[in-house]
Nanobody, 118 residues
Framework: QVQLVESGGGSVQAGGSLRLSCAASRSIDAMGWFRQAPGKQRELVAA???????KYADSVKGRFTISRDNAKNIVYLEMNNLEPEDTAIYYC???????????????WGQGTQVTVSS
């Protein structure tokens, strides 16, 4: 079992920034962030493998940056130039390398709300 503890999130105005963090209870191959807006399916935002392979959703490229501290089993999501369309519940995910393709999630965090106002 892997426990994922998320922190960060909150409410900002458009153009603002937030940073999400997710600490895993042990090392795991890949970690990432998904989000789910009301009435929409959960979607991959960004993911990173233990070898620092990365994948971003087209909608966040150039604005969001994912990184990880392998020694501490923590993954970060730096979100800049936020838009109202980024409003969603953001979930930390951990599992196999296939997370980078939106699959392979074995563990989920509890979710953290991100709200961006115009």
């Amino acid at each position: 079992q892997v426990q994922l503890v998320e922190s960060g999130g909150g409410s900002v105005q458009a153009g603002g920034s937030l940073r999400l963090s997710c600490a895993a209870s042990r090392s795991i191959d890949a970690m990432g962030w998904f989000r789910q807006a009301p009435g929409k399916q959960r979607e991959l935002v960004a993911a990173i493998s233990s070898g620092n392979g990365m994948k971003y959703a087209d909608s966040v490229k150039g604005r969001f940056t994912i990184s990880r501290d392998n020694a501490k089993n923590i993954v970060y999501l730096e979100m800049n130039n936020l838009e109202p369309e980024d409003t969603a519940i953001y979930y930390c995910a951990a599992g196999s390398y296939f997370i980078l393709h939106g699959r392979g999630v074995d563990y989920w965090g509890q979710g953290t709300q991100v709200t961006v106002s115009s």
